[in-house]
């Protein structure tokens, strides 16, 4: 019996010349989304108060990957809101999140400012401080990053976001 090939997969020598230019550009648009947003997969935060060795209690570790998913399950199918992580985000002290910032990972830190915002709209004044945070971010990112952000079909649940504070600033 000789071997079978699968054809469930597409080898690189079926691509027919129409296949091509289009095979392409997704792979040109898959490499310009890895470009715009360097975030590892997991952090690791550890902080001291410097008045004892016993107050150096904080560490933590934050998986960017579990928030976006939730993230995406809130925004798309309307489940648990993560709040915890997105308050964790805010809450980090401000060299952590400026580190966030510069390596490329922006996403997350927009949208837990978002959802931070959209959550404190009913019953808090500073709602609009998170999200005037939030959008400095995104004012402050480069041309390319806003454009996956924008895009509808950004891995990053923005649009969603933004139209949901929208939604909720003017219900309140």
Known sequence: AGRQRRRDCVMPRDIGPAVMPA????????????????????????????TSEASCVHDYAFSVGHFQRKLSDYYLHNRRPPLMEAYFVTRLPRPYQQQFLESGCQAPVILAYLLVAEARLPMEDDAFRYASTAMGIVDSVSEPVKAILYDSRSPWPFQEAIARYEQMAQAT
């Not at 989304?33 to 997991?42: K, N």
């Open 23 to 50: 095979a392409v550009a997704g792979l040109l648009l898959l490499l310009h989304r890895a470009e715009a947003f360097t975030c590892y997969p997991e952090y690791q935060f550890s902080w001291c108060d410097n």
